[in-house]
Structures are given as C-alpha cells and as structure tokens.
C-alpha cells in the first residue's frame, strides 16, 4: 500500500504540469562533500592534534561537547562558508556534521552557539603558546627530512575593529630613514604590445649581481604565496574576528588558520603534476616562465581547467565538493550517504575519495607524516610562559612556493 504525501506548495509556471513541493522525513544534508575532508583529517590528524593542544578545565562529568568535537565543528564549518558561531545553531542538528564530530545522526545535537562563544572565550594565554608550537611542528614534520633552514615571509592583512574591542587602539610607531649603504637593485623591463613593465627587486644574497635573473625568477614563485594570504582573509573570512576579547579573537585566526592548512594540504594530495605549454597547445619550445603575456595568461587558464581542485582556491573546493546534498540514512551496521547520480561534479567526489582513502603516509621515524603548515599567525604580544619558550614567527609566510604544489587558484572574489 503506498502513501501518497500532501504537498506544501505548488507552483503553476510549468505548462505541462505543476510543480508541488514536499517535505522529506528523511535527513538531509547539504555539506556531503566535508566527508572526504574528514577521512584526510583523520590521516594526518590535524584537528586532533590542534584540540590535545587546548586545556580543558570542565568536569569531563557535566560536558556533553568535547574540545575535539568544537574545534571540528568550526574548522570544517570554516571549510563549508559557514564561519559565523551563530551558523552553528542551524548546523549542530545537521547529519553530516554530526558524522565529521564522531556521532551518528540520531545522537544529541552538536555544541550551540552560546557553548561556542563560551568555548572560545575560555582558551588562555598557554593554550595559543602551544597551538603556535603545534603549527611550527606540524610544518617541519611534514618533510621526509627535516630542512636546513626555513625562511620567514612576514605579512599581514587588514582586520577592521568592531565596537569597543580589545586593543582596538593599539599605538603604532613608524620611522623612516634613507638606507645607510648602497643596496644592490635588480630591475627587470619589459616593452611589447600591451605597454611597458617594469619591476624591481631590492636584494642582499651573495651572487645576485651575477644571476640577477635567478633572482627575479624566485622573486615571482614567491609571489604565489600571496595567494594563501588572499585565500585566508577573502575565501576563509579569517577577518571574521568579532569577539570582544584579543585573546578570543587570536584563537579564531588559529581556527581559520588550520581550516586552510588542512584545505592545502589535501589539495596537495589530489594536485595533478603540473603540464608543459605543450600539453596545454602553447608554443612546446618556450618554457612557462618565458612566455609572453597573453600565452602565460592562457596557460594558467587552461592548467586550472586541467585539474579545478589541484588548483582551485575555497570557492572552488565548495562549489565541486563540499557544498553537495544528501541523503544520510543509519542504520545498524553502518551509515550510507546518497548522493545523486546527476550531480555533475560526482567525479570530482569520487577522485578526492580515492585519493584520501589510502593508508596513512608514514615520515622516516616511524610517525605519521604532518600536515604541512603554512600559515604561523604572528607571536603574541604579550611574555612567554615561564620556563622559557621558543619564539617563533611565520614559516615561509602565508602560503606555499612553487616547490609545493596544490597551491591553489583564485575565483574572482576579494
């Protein structure tokens, strides 16, 4: 015997028959794509290792909300465009975000917006001495072997002040002198059809006078690392930080700090090799760097066609994998997702899972491999812990070289 349901409402703008809408009792998603996310976190550990850096001064007797389950829920919720606390009131019901906190769908709710808010105003002075150090390490120990030495790319983004936050008005000093020896200046101009060009670099390495256009070529890779500082402010809303208290708001930059690691870091994982100008019908005998305007535009056109994710910025990432509904049914054995077989980025899907469901990648020591951590908020400005403590500013900036692929494409937005 078949019920047939009553519709909520029903639109009349089809000639060939309405349109009736109905409400479904099964529970629906529409962030299925975090999935694959999730099982790339659970190799590389990073939100696990991010929470065991936090103390938790509650009574593990009364708490219903894990640090874990917290911090899952606003790093992957950063991932999903939902970077607000108060998207949580919504989302803690949600069947897959109940899946990426380790319960089932049918298990209480996950943490409110007043229980995040209370979350984050509890982290302490100690607690972002440690992330910090967690972040460093997660870096370094993502090589196979541990580099010689790193170099420090400082730079920052505006963060507009809301209301009466804390060191909102925080003096700043500027002084400005004229150099006090001569500096060695490479300067590189071009002239073609579409005008004049020119650019210098200002620099201090031993042979630069000799290979000045070894120079300027490693000073456009180093160009690609701001892109991350872009992706981080405009795809992540790391500028989102509207506590009132520095220290609350310090805490969620390292929340959308290890959302985009975690981004870069499976995006490294499922990146294609990089194509020549052959592969991609551009002149084969000029090397990507040398080509002309138009044609190195046309380049990076067609490579981000080539591989969308491998090269893709947040948008991207949630307009072909996150941003998916489904349909989650429990059951006794286990838990299916349904996706729809006419979802036209279902490929996509299936790509990134594979790639993230292999076994757990192991470094030289036994220990699995870390996530490679890019992005190293600056110190706290306040004094160290007693007992010392290691100083430590940002790893190679705010985002990755040419030397690390996956780095990532812009979508026009920012």
């Known amino acids: 015997m078949s019920v047939q349901s009553v519709p909520l409402l029903s639109f009349d703008f089809l000639p060939a028959r309405p349109v009736e809408i109905e409400v479904s009792p099964a529970p629906l998603t529409s962030d299925a794509g975090l999935l694959p996310v999730r099982q790339f976190d659970d190799r ?38 939902d970077e607000d606390q108060n998207d949580h009131d919504t989302l803690r019901t949600d069947p897959v975000f109940k899946l990426l906190a380790d319960r089932l769908p049918g298990d209480h709710d996950l943490a409110s917006q007043p229980t995040l808010s209370r979350f984050e105003n509890a982290v302490s002075i100690p607690d972002l001495w440690r992330l910090r150090d967690v972040l460093v390490d997660l870096f370094i120990q993502s090589f196979d072997t ?83 500082n872009k992706e981080l402010k405009s795809e992540l809303a790391a500028d989102r930080l509207s506590d009132h208290r520095f220290l609350a708001n310090f805490f969620r930059l390292y929340l959308h700090t290890a959302a985009l690691n975690l981004l870069v870091r499976l995006r490294q994982a499922v990146v294609q090799g990089p194509p020549t100008p052959e592969q991609l019908g551009l002149p084969a005998e000029v090397p990507a760097e040398a080509l002309d305007a138009p044609d190195r535009k046309r380049f990076f056109n067609r490579r981000r066609r080539r591989d969308p994710l491998g090269e893709g910025f947040a948008c991207t990432w949630r307009t072909r994998l996150i941003k998916v509904a489904a349909v989650v049914i429990t059951r006794a054995r286990r838990v299916v997702v349904r996706l729809s077989e006419s979802w036209p980025h279902l490929e996509d899907f299936l790509q990134v899972s594979r790639a993230v469901s292999g076994p757990p990648t192991r470094s030289p020591s036994g220990l699995p491999l870390r996530p490679w951590s890019p992005l190293v908020p600056p110190p706290i400005p306040l004094s160290p812990p007693r007992g010392g403590g290691r100083s430590v500013v940002n790893a190679r900036g705010f985002g990755s070289s040419s030397t690390h692929p996956g780095g990532g494409a812009a979508c026009g937005r920012g």
Do not use: C
Request: hydrophobic share 35%; charged share 20%.
């Open 146 to 228: 541990p580099p010689h030495h790193l170099t420090l790319d400082l730079d920052a983004f505006d963060d507009p002040a809301h209301g009466q936050q804390q060191r909102s008005f925080l003096p700043v000093i500027y002084q400005a002198e004229s150099w006090p020896t001569p500096q060695l200046v490479v300067i590189k101009v071009e002239a073609h059809a579409q005008g004049t060009n020119r650019r210098a670099v200002v620099i201090n390495r031993p042979g630069s006078a000799v290979l000045p256009q070894a120079v300027y070529d490693e000073y456009v890779m180093r160009g690609e690392s701001e892109n991350r």
């Open 44 to 81: 590389i550990r990073l939100t696990e290792q991010f929470a065991t850096a936090l103390h938790d001064p509650r009574d593990p007797r009364l708490s219903q909300q894990s640090l874990l389950s917290m911090v899952r829920q606003r790093v992957y919720g950063i991932l999903a465009d």
